[in-house]
């Protein structure tokens, strides 16, 4: 009887292990749906709202295409103050957005690979030609972390081969 009762409870923490096993495989699974799934809500939400507004403004207001690889330095050197500062302005906005991107991605709370397919050229361009502007902004603020994740993951990505689709 003692033999039976003990394969009995054997056989019961072997099935709790295995059931238990699969219970954190599905919950693994789930989180990593729900990441992407808020990851792709976050980004079609900032690509369809106000960001894309923010870059047209660039061109538009103040004749900036800086996703044609126009440096910051070079558009803003023969501009006057006010129109300066609107434009520092506007650039410190779609900024703020893109550096929010990437806190989220740091702490996991949207997935790093549905970004980089979103916003790989976005992002990396956005940094190299707003460098001297960022660093401006970190000396005007005395803050040396000023977009800095934004800084990380422009240069992780820009380091990081292009994956053919």
């Not at 990593?32 to 990851?39: F, R």
């Not at 792709?40 to 923010?54: A, D, S, V």
């Not at 103050?81 to 506007?90: C, W, Y």
Request: hydrophobic share 40%.
């Amino acid at each position: 009887m003692d033999l039976t009762t003990a394969l009995s409870m054997l056989g019961g923490v072997f099935g709790f292990v295995i059931s238990t096993f699969f219970v954190i495989m599905q919950m693994r699974d789930t989180q990593k749906w729900n990441t992407k799934k808020t990851s792709e809500e976050l980004l079609t939400k900032i690509m369809t709202g106000e960001f894309p507004q923010l870059m047209d403004r660039l061109y538009i207001d103040y004749d900036w295409d800086i996703l044609a690889h126009v440096p910051y330095a070079e558009r803003v050197a023969h501009i006057d103050e006010k129109q300066l500062r609107q434009l520092d302005a506007t650039l410190r906005n779609i900024l703020r957005t893109l550096e929010v991107v990437c806190i989220n991605m740091k702490h996991k709370i949207i997935d790093e690979g549905v970004c980089y397919e979103y916003m790989h050229s976005i992002l990396t361009t956005f940094y190299l030609n707003s460098e001297m502007f960022i660093a401006k902004e970190r000396d005007r603020r005395r803050e040396p972390r000023v977009f800095l994740e934004l800084e990380d993951y422009a240069k992780k990505w820009l380091e990081r081969p292009r994956q053919a689709a």
